[in-house]
């Protein structure tokens, strides 16, 4: 008789790898469930988007001036929802929202750990139909007790507890970790479940792919110029030209990139010098599952799980993916930063 493959569902993954943890309350495996099932919600209201008059913008921005479209606001109450009754967390920073939320009902004001979201990331998307995601991370907060504070976001990315992100795309997928590996699940409309799909992913050391917005190419820094000229120019050995792919989604960009290899850009550009994503919302988390995956995100010259944030909004260039892609351009922004400090110093000029 053949026998048929078990499914390991989300929640059964959770509680499993809970059990691996003889101290563990509960309250991070709390998070998690409660994360995929506000995702769930999500994707239903993703996938009726161009049925409902959901689409379409509200005409306000948000804290960093992108316009907001309505599935972003409901996502964002319906992540924040699901986080709040459930008392597991103490507070809640968005890229939606100004400043952070804390949750100060009798259950959650103590509890121990704080949550930051993008909750629609991608949303230039929504109206085309292309992959759209939502992104988090988890941190052990600061502060002792009582309602959290802003130090308990203000952490470096290296301390996050866990970090992932939804992708709803052609299917929509989970993919987190916890600081032990990454994995990935597909949600099973039919049953309504995330099932393990993707267990323990590992980036390729290096890919073909390098995902930019290359409409910048002016604005870049020399170094990166010259580093896209690199990706485009012909070498056998390494496999160029690679190809271009940008979504314009960074859940997709960083996803393609997680499985395939390649790396994703956002580098810093004249009038933009910190580049566009921002630091807690977006780059700390996708680099943890980056490094995770075992390849390296950083925003030029350092790691960035290392840089100490000061503000909840703060932006950062980004280079993450495939660890020889990403060392590379490293390598162009090394170079090119030595090259100007040399000719910035007197009698250094080499002579023939
Ligand atoms: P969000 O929709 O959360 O504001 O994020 C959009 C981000 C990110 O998803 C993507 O990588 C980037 O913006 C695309 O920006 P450009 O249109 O400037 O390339
Ligand atoms: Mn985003
Ligand atoms: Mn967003």
Do not use: W
Request: glycine letters at 10%.
């Amino acid at each position: 008789m053949k026998t048929t493959k078990k499914v390991i569902t989300l929640d059964e993954f959770i509680y499993e790898r809970e059990r691996d943890f003889p101290f563990a309350t509960g309250e991070l495996s709390g998070l998690l469930r409660d994360i995929g099932f506000a995702a769930k919600i999500v994707n239903r209201e993703v996938n009726k988007a161009g049925l409902v008059d959901i689409l379409g913008t509200t005409g306000i921005s948000n804290t960093t001036g992108d316009e907001v479209k309505k599935l972003d606001l409901f996502a964002n109450e319906q992540f924040i929802t699901s986080l709040q009754v459930s008392g597991e967390c103490c507070g809640i920073a968005s890229e939606e929202m100004e400043t952070f939320l804390p949750i100060n009902t009798e259950d959650a004001k103590n509890a121990k750990y704080v949550v930051t979201l993008d909750p629609l990331d991608g949303s230039s998307n929504i109206d085309v139909n292309v992959g759209i995601g939502t992104i988090f991370s988890i941190y052990r907060r600061q502060s002792f007790f009582g309602p959290c504070t802003l130090e308990d976001f203000l952490q470096k990315g290296s301390r996050q507890v866990a970090a992932g992100y939804i992708f709803y795309g052609s299917s929509t997928m989970m993919v987190y970790t916890t600081g032990n590996g990454v994995n990935g699940f597909t949600l099973d409309p039919s049953i309504g479940e995330f099932c393990l799909s993707h267990p323990n992913i590992k980036i390729p050391e290096t890919g073909k792919i390098y995902s930019v917005n290359q409409g910048n190419f002016l604005k870049f820094d020399q170094a990166i110029k010259d580093y896209i000229t690199y990706c485009q120019s012909e070498d056998k050995t390494t496999g160029r030209p690679y190809s271009l792919r940008y979504i314009g989604s960074l859940v997709a960009d960083v996803h393609r990139s997680l499985l395939y290899g390649g790396i994703f850009m956002y580098p810093a550009s004249k009038g933009a010098p910190q580049g566009k994503l921002r630091l807690l919302f977006e780059c700390f988390p996708m680099s943890f599952i980056i490094e995770q995956a075992g390849g390296k995100a950083s925003d030029g010259q350092r790691r960035i799980l290392d840089i100490q944030p000061t503000e909840l909004h703060q932006k950062c260039p980004v280079f993450l993916g495939s660890t020889q892609m990403v060392e590379k351009v490293e390598e162009f922004i090394r170079q090119a930063r030595e090259a100007s400090a040399a000719s910035a110093t007197p009698g250094s000029a080499v002579t023939a």
